[in-house]
């Protein structure tokens, strides 16, 4: 059974900083994508970040600079270091595992989340 | 950036109802779309991926179809328990992805 768990998340000041943790479980952890997308209260899905198993990176514009995704493979864990938060990267983030099937990519397990407050 | 328009926002559906869900891209992302469903409190699920593939252990009444800027989710007679909001997802631009704005779709 496939399970991710994360972990790290709570309140902080703005201009602080935040780290996340998810661990991987029941699957070949280094041999998939993983991804972290974000949800603010109320609102919509919005991807954060990926990194491929080689440790290749990819941010969407609201993060890069601030955000940076990594993993230890040998440790089946997921990471996702904030700096310089803001009330904007208030959300619940979700730790995500890519699939593909062909050559087709989608999101096949999902988290729970952990909600990030960022507030004074 | 591809942008995602889901129609309707909000859905008013009744049980054993047939309802149909849109998603527009800004470009054409040939079947690289995914659906979810996620309900109050919960992490999204993953129901159809490459437009039309039903993702295992997902009920036959959900089906996907299109390609390149149209999509369509469809529940062929809407059960209890589909009460929910549903996201659409393009990965043309994969790893980057996109997200539509959600329906919710609620019981009448």
């Known amino acids: 059974e496939v399970l991710l768990l994360e972990s790290g998340g709570g309140l902080v000041q703005p201009g602080g900083s935040l780290s996340l943790s998810c661990a991987a479980s029941?699957?070949?952890?280094?041999?998939?994508?993983m991804n972290w997308v974000r949800q603010a209260p109320g609102k919509g899905l919005e991807w954060v970040s990926a990194?491929?198993?080689?440790?290749?990176?990819y941010y969407a514009d609201s993060v890069k600079g601030r955000f940076t995704i990594s993993r230890d493979n040998s440790k089946n864990t997921l990471y996702l270091e904030m700096d310089s938060l803001t009330a904007e990267d208030t959300a619940i983030y979700y730790c995500?595992?890519?699939?593909?099937?062909?050559?087709?990519?989608?999101?096949?397990?999902w988290g729970q989340g952990t909600l990030v407050t960022v507030s004074s | 950036d591809i942008q995602l328009t889901q129609s309707p926002s909000f859905l008013s559906a009744s049980v054993g109802d047939r309802v149909t869900i849109t998603c527009r891209a800004s470009?054409?992302?040939?079947?690289?779309l995914a659906w979810y469903q996620q309900k109050p409190g919960k992490a999204p699920k993953l129901l159809i991926y490459?437009?039309?593939t039903l993702q295992s252990g997902v009920p036959s009444r959900f089906s996907g179809s299109g390609s390149g800027t149209e999509f369509t989710l469809t529940i062929s007679s809407l059960q209890p328990e589909d009460f929910a909001t549903y996201y659409c997802?393009?990965?043309?631009?994969?790893?980057?992805?996109?997200f539509g704005q959600g329906t919710r779709l609620e019981i009448k």
């Open positions: 490459a437009a039309s």
């Open positions: 990194i491929r198993g080689s440790g290749t990176t």
């Open positions: 997802q393009q990965l043309n631009s994969y790893p980057r992805s996109t």
């Open positions: 470009q054409g992302i040939s079947t690289y």
């Open positions: 029941g699957f070949s952890f280094s041999s998939y994508v």
């Open positions: 995500v595992k890519d699939n593909i099937v062909g050559a087709i990519h989608h999101n096949d397990y």
